[in-house]
């Protein structure tokens, strides 16, 4: 009984001149990890274009059904992208968000991502439907705002970012030579595909040759029941 006292105060004696750990927040703000999820932000090119090309792969990505994205065709005289589309309408809503970060890893021109800002409390709910407009990061320095014509972007000169692209560590002149005739082999429309296609396209043949292989016959008891 004496040493269970003794661990139970020296637990207590050890904490109570440990340094406090509590933030006086709103005064001070708690620092968050680098990778932390928070409020989302439209990121722009630095001539003032939007990076959003209205694709929906996020809308789509999100588990909870919080973003809602309209697309609308740019035009020769009025241009919000440099694709052929822009999100005309955009809204996140944060009453539903859960912050996983999967519409992040859907975007293909890394126009969505999160901040560190986490100060999302409101009075009224519609408060907390972030429209395009809230989500928008500011103007880079000396931009102009869209919509851009298609001779002024022509006139920048700008390399707009193409989406990611990987490369394949194997793809060596042999491996990508046994591989073109491997492809030839299973299917001609294979051969449009890059190393890196193609190695998901084998990926996800594998996994469903996996579901398709047959179990074996039943047994008469197994048929029976």
């Known amino acids: 009984m004496f040493n269970a006292l003794r661990k ?11 340094p406090a ?6 005064d001070v703000k708690r620092q968050v990890q ?3 999820h928070g ?13 959003c090309i209205g694709c929906e792969l996020c809308a789509w ?10 697309g609308a065709d740019n035009t020769p005289g009025a241009r919000y992208s440099p694709g052929e589309r822009y999100g005309a309408i955009y809204q996140i809503n944060y009453l539903r968000c859960i912050f996983c970060g999967l519409c992040i890893e859907a975007c293909p ?3 969505l ?11 009224r709910r519609e408060d907390l439907i972030f429209t395009k407009d809230q989500l928008l990061a500011p103007l880079p320095e000396g931009a102009k705002p869209p919509p851009h014509t298609d001779e002024e972007v022509r006139a920048r000169g700008i390399t707009y970012y193409p989406g990611a692209q990987s490369q394949d560590p194997l793809a060596t002149k042999e491996h990508s030579e046994e591989t073109a005739a491997h492809r030839a082999m299973l299917d001609p429309a294979l051969m449009q595909l890059s190393d890196v296609e193609y190695n998901h396209v084998e990926r996800d043949r594998n996994i469903w040759t996996e579901y398709e292989e047959p179990q074996g ?3 008469d008891s197994e048929e029976g029941s």
């Open 8 to 18: 139970g105060f020296g637990l207590t004696a050890k904490t109570m001149f440990r």
């Open 21 to 26: 750990v509590t933030t006086e927040y709103p």
């Open 34 to 36: 680098p990778r932390f």
């Open 39 to 51: 409020r989302h932000v439209l990121n722009r090119y630095p001539d003032g274009l939007e990076k």
């Open 61 to 70: 990505a999100c588990p909870a059904d919080a973003i809602w994205v309209e």
């Open 109 to 111: 021109t890394r126009s």
């Open 113 to 123: 991502t999160m901040t560190h800002e986490y100060e999302l409390s409101a009075d």
């Open 217 to 219: 016959e039943l047994s």
